[in-house]
């Protein structure tokens, strides 16, 4: 079978793909076959012709469309199948936009591909973006950016676009002083890495209601979701984690997606701009040492998230029911609609 952990998909230019996978042993021989759809790639198995045959662990594809996401479906000569596809989606203006498809649940079932995004803020998504975007048949967008947030960086998605756009502003109530003073240009802080671990603690304490009503939104139909806020890290994160979790996904590989915002964001040219635009209570430049702890994502910031489920619910199933909402049903229901 295919390790999913080693198969990727990594975009070259606009020209070309390259697949690769964990080397079987012996060799097998892998077909690769390309969609832009990925429910022609759930429910059946006659896909024709594939585009290449390799006895190889990596192969190159031809892009046909550089505006258009394209899915892969990979097979052996055993008939062993892995969908794939690009996990960042190649959008200039937004550097952190993901598809969450792909990771295996706890029962070995896998998230659909092509139904669940999250990202950073939209407003900066050129005119190629919001084609590419257009084609993703996104239904909900959920924004968890407070409203003095949305209001100065309209979400610029068209109804054709999606069918719902959702405010659930996320504000961390037991750091007001912190947010109020960022608005304002300044950056008064000790312990930036305790402080975002703080802030992660508050989105359990009382950030619960807006992350369970994404839920409810999420289930009000076969939605294609995408959820955002500033930067696509904190409260993005934290959703993000949210719906793996519940959908099986063990808290490891939930960590691991978590710190891929490290990955993609340009943290270095974030750092030299805050630097220069930000000053502490004293007026000078906001140092490294505090901006890089409130810009990177760190294994510690989930993990408190985690941690405070545990200290104030007895299991997960309370924490779904109480904290979130969802009943045995519920969960069935996501899970048939999102797992395959």
């Avoid at 006659?46 to 892009?63: A, C």
């Avoid at 505006?67 to 892969?72: K, M």
């Avoid at 936009?97 to 896998?110: E, I, N």
């Avoid at 719902?164 to 750091?175: E, M, R």
Wanted: proline share 5%; net charge negative; charged share 30%.
């Amino acid at each position: 079978m295919f390790d999913l952990s080693s198969c990727h998909v990594e975009r070259l230019d606009d020209r070309k793909y390259r697949i690769s996978w964990r080397p079987f042993d012996p060799p097998r021989t892998v077909g690769v076959y390309m969609s832009d759809d990925p429910e022609h790639f759930y429910g059946k198995r006659d896909f024709g012709v594939p585009l290449v045959t390799t006895r190889d662990s990596e192969v190159l594809i031809t892009n046909p469309d550089a505006r258009v996401r394209h899915y892969f479906y990979l097979e052996t000569d055993c008939g062993d199948g892995a969908i794939l596809a690009e996990r960042r989606l190649s959008l200039q203006g937004a550097p952190n936009f993901r598809d969450l498809g792909g990771y295996v649940t706890a029962d070995g079932r896998k998230l659909k591909w092509g139904k669940l995004f999250r990202s950073g803020k939209l407003s900066t998504l050129t005119e190629e973006d919001m084609h590419y975007v257009r084609r993703l048949g996104l239904t909900l967008v959920c924004d968890f950016r407070q409203l003095v947030e949305q209001e100065l960086d309209p979400t610029p998605l068209e109804a054709r676009i999606s069918r719902q756009l959702a405010s659930l502003p996320v504000t961390p109530g037991s750091k007001h002083n912190f947010m109020d003073n960022l608005h304002r240009g300044v950056v008064a802080v000790d312990d930036a890495a305790g402080l975002m671990q703080d802030i992660n603690r508050d989105f359990v304490l009382n950030q619960m209601p807006q992350y369970a009503e994404m839920f409810q939104l999420l289930l009000a139909g076969d939605q294609q979701l995408l959820i955002h806020c500033a930067s696509g890290k904190d409260r993005t994160g934290f959703g993000a984690a949210l719906i793996l979790d519940v959908l099986g996904v063990d808290e490891e590989a939930i960590v691991q997606d978590y710190l891929l915002t490290n990955k993609y964001l340009p943290i270095e040219q974030e750092i030299q701009r805050l630097s220069a635009e930000l000053r502490d209570h004293a007026g000078e430049p906001v140092s490294e040492d505090v901006l890089r702890p409130l810009l990177e994502v760190r294994p510690e910031y989930l993990r408190a998230c985690f941690e405070e489920i545990r200290k104030r619910h007895e299991s997960k199933q309370h924490f779904y029911e109480t904290a979130l909402k969802l009943d045995e049903d519920k969960l069935a229901r996501l899970r048939e609609r999102y797992l395959h």
